[in-house]
Each structure stands twice: as structure tokens, then as C-alpha cells.
């Protein structure tokens, strides 16, 4: 079954402890992405990767780092939490045609 | 940069048909598309339009006029389940760019 997967898919933290939120997907695609979704704002993208080694800046990359050493796989990494970080995150991943998009099932962190 | 409006929420009866709109403002257009989101699950892709017109796909359909940059989602005979949100987006080479989303109330 093609899918994009995420873990874990609920995460409560303190402020300052690193955590990484993983993402791989099966469908042999070349980019990914990671949103973040707060109340009223809608989806904001945080970081993209158009192919292995190749990441650049969304609209809201602060405070997080992203790596994609392997084509399946784009991990999130928080090096230093704070509460403004506390959402809703989905992952996604598309071949050539970016509108069309296939999303994780979202990972819940709660920054304390 | 991108920048879309779409109204906040809508609602409707069963059985009726509901039309969602979005407008955009986009420094690079390579396309309009449509995600249904249910309360607390992933948005699911519903429709692309690259090209001016209507697109079909069972009682979904969705329209883009690139002139006007201007489009929308029609939903037709309408059923509980379609109670959603209903986001558009717009792409270019390298990135999504989304509205707010439009939630959508379907009662009996």
C-alpha cells in the first residue's frame, strides 16, 4: 500500500529537549515536506526536499533542521523545543507534480 | 509570494450542492489543487487543475481560470460525510502553498 509514515504520531516534551519526528514514504518520490498546522493559520510549510541531499526553507523554518540522506526518509529534527512549537505536524510527498500532495497521518507534539 | 482567500465556513443540507471558492495571489503558478481534511486526520488530495476549466471526479468537480486566478469546488448531492475542511492550494516548481481552509457543515 503506498503511504507516508510518521513517528511518533503523539509527543509531549519539555522545552529545550531535542526530539526528532520521523517520515519515510514508499512511493518512490523525489520530494517531501513538512507542515505544521495551528488553529485558523491553515498549513505552513516548514521545510521542502526536491531529491536526496537537497533541502531548502518553507515559510516557517525556524527552530527546526531537516536532513534526507535517503530518498524515502526526511526526519524532523527540534534541537531545542519551545512551546511556540507545540502543533500539529504532517509530512508529505509527491513525484513530479507538487499540487498533488500525500500526507502522514500527523504527529501531535506538545511543547511544555 | 502566495497568498489565498477562501471563506471560513459553509454550510448546507444534505442532498444539496455547496460551492467552495478560493482566489490567489502567486508570484509563480503552476497550479491549482484541492485537500479534504476531516477533524484530526491528514489531508487527503482531492483535485489539480493546471489548465483553465472544470475537472470531474464522481460528485466532486473543480474549476480555475487563471486569468481571473480565480477558482473553485463544487460538491454535489451532498452526504454527511463531506462535513470537512476544505483547503485550496497553489503550487509552483518547488513548493504548496495553502488557504486557511473553508469548513464545511453538512446537516440533515
Known amino acids: 500500500e503506498a503511504q507516508v509514515t510518521q513517528n511518533p504520531r503523539y509527543l509531549i516534551t519539555v522545552t529545550g529537549k531535542k526530539l526528532t519526528v520521523t517520515c519515510s514514504q514508499n512511493m518512490n518520490h523525489e520530494y517531501m515536506s513538512w507542515y505544521r498546522q495551528d488553529p485558523g493559520l491553515g498549513l505552513r510549510q516548514i521545510y521542502y526536499s526536491m531529491n536526496v541531499e537537497v533541502t531548502d526553507k518553507g515559510d516557517v523554518p525556524e527552530g527546526y533542521k531537516v536532513s534526507r540522506k535517503e530518498k524515502r526518509n526526511f526526519p524532523l529534527i527540534l534541537e531545542s523545543p519551545s512551546p511556540n512549537q507545540t502543533s500539529l505536524y504532517f509530512c508529505?510527498?509527491?513525484?513530479?507534480?507538487?499540487?498533488?500532495?500525500?500526507f502522514g497521518p500527523g504527529t501531535r507534539l506538545l511543547v511544555l | 509570494g502566495q497568498s489565498l482567500e477562501q471563506p471560513s465556513e459553509v454550510t448546507a443540507v444534505e442532498g444539496a450542492i455547496v460551492q467552495i471558492n478560493c482566489t490567489y495571489q502567486?508570484?509563480?503558478?503552476?497550479?491549482l489543487s484541492w485537500y479534504q481534511q476531516h477533524d484530526g486526520g491528514a489531508p487527503t488530495f482531492l483535485s489539480y487543475?493546471?489548465?483553465?476549466g472544470l475537472e470531474e471526479t464522481g460528485r466532486f468537480s473543480s474549476f480555475l481560470s487563471r486569468s481571473d486566478s480565480y477558482g473553485y469546488l463544487l460538491l454535489q448531492e451532498l452526504q454527511m460525510k463531506d462535513s470537512a475542511s476544505y483547503f485550496c492550494a497553489v503550487s509552483d516548481y518547488s513548493t504548496l502553498t495553502f488557504g486557511k481552509g473553508t469548513m464545511l457543515l453538512v446537516s440533515p
Open positions: 487543475n493546471a489548465l483553465d
Open positions: 502567486t508570484s509563480g503558478f503552476y497550479g
Open positions: 508529505a510527498s509527491s513525484g513530479t507534480l507538487r499540487g498533488t500532495q500525500y
